[in-house]
């Protein structure tokens, strides 16, 4: 399937020549290892991918033994793989890597040797039982890969040119119209419900049978709570109580994480560790409270405030209903045709934030629980800056409507305090573009625009 990514591996590789490597960190089976050998067999004259869940104790000596002699290095791995390596044509992968951290450590000298390319992938690639007692080398450039986003799926499902309308509509602020609207929001929800990791999409694809594509993300859960139990050791109960609580605090009409859900009296820093883990593992999306929505979100972040969104709203959706005897098919139904009995909001306030963070913005909220001042208390779902930081009209308040009918009362709360600090204000909800009282109405499938 065509990912977006490959055209930053493409950029990667015409502008390094050879000087950096690429780690492509991700959640696991979010398509890593397949869009880096496509790119190595299209791209490279002869590639050589090393699979670390799966190479023999031989390629391993060869990073204990031998990287003082790198022709006798390449010599011995071009032997063992039996492919022949060209200087400069060659691509060599390192593929979960963090299975072997000693690789990711020799590419500070197999970059500087310059014969080869290399691009690293892997999962948990920041916590410390993959990084101890390594130098993380400078020479090696670092990008994230998510699900795939809408476009993508639109792309997956042989819709070319549903987007680029979608876009050219966004640019001018102007609505779609009834019947395309309702023709991207069909769309929409199918992206929703189906989720954006690549087996999934392709299962649906090839059988649009909504119980094989359920099944398969519950197989992806199964996953992530195994490693959980591998790889969290020491503090896996903590990271498992949170990875199952997720749907639980979604539910909830104000979405904050709340600890005493796990165990009384619980504090933040006791399970800091644990929420990072879920972060770095690129299984959630954590959204931090901004004590004062003005430049710099970061500064004014509240650790002890957070969100915690699952990072795939297709996974969310299989994991909020794994114990409920609810037909998979049914309910995959009901969300499609808006029909659904429960609190949509969770399902749709996660699909923003997945597009948010894709779009490469961090995620910020911003709450006032102010039992004194009335024009102060509020809660805005989300707050996106600006790429240039300015003195004023930086940050942009976002909230997130589920269905068609509602009110703006902590919106226009928060533009009557904060409007020197504020840009464009907007809401997203499942209805057509519109603008009204400086206030600019998006359709859900436009928020990756934003």
């Known amino acids: 399937m065509k990912r977006k990514i490959y055209n930053k591996l493409l950029e990667w590789k015409q502008e390094s020549n050879g000087e950096y490597a690429l780690l492509i960190d991700g959640a696991r089976r979010v398509g890593k290892s397949y869009i880096v050998r496509q790119f190595a067999e299209k791209e490279y004259?002869?590639?050589?991918?090393?699979?670390?869940?799966?190479?023999?104790?031989?390629?391993?000596?060869?990073?204990?033994?031998?990287?003082?002699?790198l022709d006798r290095f390449f010599m011995y791995l071009s032997n063992y793989t039996g492919k022949t390596l060209y200087t400069r044509d060659t691509l060599i992968v390192f593929d979960e890597v963090q299975q072997y951290p000693k690789a990711r450590a020799a590419i500070k000298y197999l970059v500087k040797d310059g014969r080869y390319d290399y691009?690293?992938?892997?999962?948990?690639?920041?916590?410390?039982?993959?990084?101890?007692?390594?130098?993380?080398?400078?020479?090696?450039?670092?990008?994230?890969?998510?699900?795939?986003?809408?476009?993508?799926?639109?792309?997956?499902?042989?819709?070319e040119m549903l987007m680029p309308f979608i876009k050219d509509c966004f640019e001018r602020k102007k609505?779609?119209?009834?019947?395309?609207?309702?023709?991207?929001?069909?769309?929409?929800?199918?992206?929703?419900?189906?989720?954006?990791?690549?087996?999934?999409?392709?299962?649906?694809?090839?059988?649009?049978?909504?119980?094989?594509?359920?099944?398969?993300?519950?197989?992806?859960?199964?996953?992530?709570?195994?490693?959980?139990?591998?790889?969290?050791?020491?503090?896996?109960?903590k990271v498992k109580s949170i990875f199952e609580e997720i749907p639980s605090q979604l539910q909830k009409h104000?979405?904050?994480?709340?600890?005493?859900?796990?165990?009384?009296?619980?504090?933040?820093?006791?399970?800091?560790?644990a929420f990072f883990w879920l972060?770095?593992?690129?299984?959630?999306?954590?959204?931090?409270?901004?004590?004062?929505?003005?430049?710099?979100?970061?500064?004014?972040?509240?650790?002890?405030?957070?969100?915690?969104?699952?990072?795939?709203?297709?996974?969310?959706?299989?994991?909020a209903f794994d114990a409920n005897e609810i037909v998979s098919e049914?309910?995959?139904?009901?969300?499609?045709?808006?029909?659904?009995?429960?609190?949509?909001?969770?399902?749709?306030?996660?699909?923003?934030?997945?597009m948010l963070r894709t779009a490469g913005h961090k995620l910020f909220f911003y709450s006032n629980a102010s039992m004194t001042d009335?024009?102060?208390?509020?809660e805005i779902d989300f707050l996106i800056a600006k790429s240039k930081i300015t003195t004023r009209h930086n940050i942009s308040p976002i909230e997130v409507k589920s269905s068609v009918r509602y009110t703006l009362t902590s919106l226009?709360?928060?533009?009557?305090?904060?409007?020197?600090?504020?840009?464009?204000?907007?809401?997203?909800?499942?209805?057509?573009?519109?603008?009204?009282?400086?206030?600019?109405?998006?359709?859900?499938?436009?928020?990756?625009?934003?």
């Open 45 to 69: 004259r002869s590639c050589v991918i090393l699979d670390f869940n799966l190479v023999s104790k031989s390629i391993k000596d060869l990073f204990e033994n031998s990287l003082d002699n």
């Open 119 to 159: 691009i690293e992938t892997g999962s948990l690639i920041s916590i410390k039982k993959n990084v101890e007692g390594i130098v993380i080398p400078s020479e090696e450039e670092h990008i994230k890969m998510f699900p795939m986003d809408f476009e993508e799926f639109l792309w997956a499902m042989g819709e």
């Open 175 to 237: 609505p779609l119209g009834q019947l395309m609207h309702r023709r991207a929001m069909d769309y929409f929800r199918l992206y929703m419900i189906v989720g954006g990791m690549p087996q999934a999409v392709e299962k649906y694809v090839e059988t649009r049978d909504f119980a094989k594509v359920d099944k398969l993300k519950r197989r992806i859960l199964e996953l992530y709570r195994s490693d959980i139990s591998k790889y969290a050791k020491g503090y896996d109960t």
């Open 254 to 273: 104000e979405k904050k994480f709340r600890l005493s859900a796990l165990k009384e009296g619980a504090r933040a820093r006791d399970y800091e560790t």
């Open 279 to 319: 972060d770095d593992a690129m299984i959630i999306n954590s959204c931090y409270n901004t004590t004062e929505p003005n430049v710099g979100l970061n500064l004014n972040k509240d650790t002890n405030t957070m969100k915690c969104y699952m990072a795939d709203t297709g996974l969310l959706i299989s994991h």
């Open 330 to 354: 049914d309910l995959y139904r009901k969300i499609l045709l808006d029909k659904l009995e429960m609190n949509s909001g969770m399902i749709v306030e996660n699909i923003v934030a997945q």
């Open 374 to 378: 009335k024009d102060s208390r509020m």
């Open 412 to 450: 226009r709360k928060c533009i009557a305090k904060y409007g020197s600090c504020l840009s464009t204000a907007y809401v997203i909800h499942p209805a057509d573009l519109k603008e009204e009282d400086n206030i600019v109405f998006l359709p859900l499938y436009m928020c990756p625009l934003l």
